[in-house]
C-alpha cells in the first residue's frame, strides 16, 4: 500500500493544517487548517446552511470563477458527517468554490427540501450524501432540468439518472475487513470452537449497509455453516440485526434484547460484529450493563469515531475499519472540477489527479436502478489498539492526549 503523502507533508510542515498533500486536477496543494470538524457538543442539527467561501476564493487565483458547490449531508448527530462536510468544504473553498453545506437532522423531507433550496439558489454541481437513497429521485429531476451535475457522495443515490458518478470508499471490502479480522482473532481455521457471534448492522435505507453486511457475512458464513461459529439469536439476515438510522440507542437496546434472551444464562458471546462505530458504541454499552460474562467480547466497528477510538485505547472495542475521509473529500473536488471543466471523467482521472492514495475506479459494482453509476473507490484501513498511531496520528488525522485518547484534527 502506498504511503500517504499527508503524513509526509504534515511530518515536515506543522500538525495543524492537515488533508494535504493530495495532488489534484489544478495542481495545487490543498491545505488548510480551517476544518471545522463540529465538537460532540455541536451535534444538533439546525438543518441550517452554511454559506461561505468568499473569504477564501478572494485569497486564491480564483479559477473557479465564481461558480458555487452544494452539498447536502444526512446529519450532525452520526460523527463522520461532520468531517465529510468540513472536508468537502475546505477542499472547494481552497480551490476557490463558493460553498453552500447543508446538514439535514437525518430527517428525509428536510434533506428534500434542503436539496430545493441548493437547486433554487443555483448552484454548478451538487454533491449528495442521501439520507435515505430511495427518496430523492423527483428531487434530483429537478436538479437534471436545471443542468446541475450530482455527485453522489459515499451512499448511493438509487432509482434517479440525475447523477453521473458516485465516490465512496469500496464499501463491500470494508465488511469483508470486518469479517477476515474476527476470523483471524479466532483462528478459525485452526481453534476447535464453537465460538459464538452476533450481528449488528446499518440503516435499510442506506445502500451502504447491505454491502458492508454481506462483505462480513460472505468470510463468515463458511464457518456458521460448519458450525465452528453458532449464532444464538439465530438472527443472520440483514434484516433481522438491520439498525434503522445507525442509530446507537436503537443498537444498544436490540443489544440488550438479545443478552437477556439467549446469554442470560451464562452463555459466552465471543463476537459482537458491527458494521459501524455508531452501532458498536450502542452494542459496546450495552455489553457493559447486560452481559454476564467476563470475556473480553470481540466487537468490529467502522468510521474510527472519538467515542469508538477511546473504546479501542480502553479496551472495550477491538478495531474499527477507517476511511480517510479527507481523501474522499479530495476525490470529490477534482471529479468536480473535470465536471465542471466539461469533461466525461473516467479511469484516467486518477492518473491524472496524481492522488496520493488509493482509489479504483469501477463500472461494474454500483446499479442504482437506472444503471451503473462509475463510481471511484478509496480502500478502508483496519484500525486497532496497536497501528492506531501510525494509521491515524502519524498521519495527522488526530491528536492525541496526554491519557492516550485520540482526538480528530480540526
Ligand atoms: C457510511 C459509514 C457510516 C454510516 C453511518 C454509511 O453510509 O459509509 O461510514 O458509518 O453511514 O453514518
Redesign the pocket.
Known sequence: MKKKLVSAVLASVMAASLLAGCGSAAGTAKTGASAETASSEETADTADTEESGEEAAEETAAPAGGQTVGIAMPTKS?E??NRDGSYLQEQFESKGYKVELTYSDNKIDQQVKDIEGLIADNVNILVVAAIDGESLSQVLALAKEANIPVISY??LIMNTDAISYYV??D?YTVGKLQGEFVRDQLDLDNAAGPFNIEFTA??PA?N??GFFFNGAYDVLKPYIDDGKLVVPSGQTSFNQVATAQ?DTAKAMSRFQNILGSYYSDGTQLDVALCS???TALGVTQAIGSDYAGSNSVIITG??GDEANLANIVDGKQTMTVY?AVANEAVATLDLAVAILNGETPDAGLIASAGWDFECAYDTASYDNGTGIIPSYLLVPTVVTGDNMDAELVDTGYYTKDDQGYLHPVG
Open positions: 452520526l463522520r458527517w459515499d451512499r465512496s470508499f464499501n446499518g440503516d442506506d451502504n449497509a445507525w459501524n462505530d455508531s467502522q468510521d476511511k
